[in-house]
């Protein structure tokens, strides 16, 4: 069954050129790209797309950090696109947890750099497309 997920290249990512490298590995797999955006996330985005995580202690370094600079939104979509790209991007810390071959693994480097966002179930997703992309 074919699914949608949403995936964003975080803005350390950008900043790092890894954006080419993290749409090959999506397209490699064989997931396809349903909409594709750079842009400047502002607060009430970041605020909305992150909102289990409010009031946790690394919630205000979160959002600094996701609107700190460009990033690009992507909705891909395939047969399990959801847990098919959360295995792409590996464990959340890049470090003890993503394995190397994983997006975060190869290149991450400590927890809040860690590249790369993907949906953790299909009913995020559905939210967070309709944050991210609106129109779609
Ligand atoms: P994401 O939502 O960004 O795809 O990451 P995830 O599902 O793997 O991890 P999640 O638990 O949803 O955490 C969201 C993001 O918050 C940052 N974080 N920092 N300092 C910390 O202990 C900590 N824990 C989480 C990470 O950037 C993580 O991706
Ligand atoms: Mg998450």
Redesign the pocket.
Same mark, same amino acid.
């Given at each position: 069954m074919s699914e949608r997920t949403l995936v964003?290249v975080?803005p350390d990512g950008v900043a790092r050129g890894l954006v080419g490298e993290v749409i090959a590995r999506i397209e490699r797999k064989g997931l396809k790209l349903a909409a594709l955006e750079l842009r400047t996330a502002d607060r009430a985005t970041a605020e909305q797309h992150?909102a289990?995580?409010d009031g946790?202690?690394?919630?205000n370094?979160?959002v600094d950090?996701?609107t700190g600079g460009p990033l690009v939104a992507l909705v891909v979509e395939g047969v399990r696109a959801v847990p098919a790209f959360?295995q792409l991007?590996g @464990?959340? /810390?890049p470090v003890e947890k993503a394995t190397p071959g994983t997006i975060r693994g190869d290149f991450g480097t400590e927890?809040?750099?860690?590249l790369?966002? @993907?949906? /953790?179930s299909v009913e995020s997703a559905e939210r967070e497309i309709k944050i991210w992309f609106p129109n779609l």
């Open positions: 964003l975080k992150y289990e995580h946790k202690s690394f919630y370094d979160l950090f996701i959360r991007a @464990g959340t /810390d927890v809040q750099f860690n790369v966002h @993907g949906s /953790d």
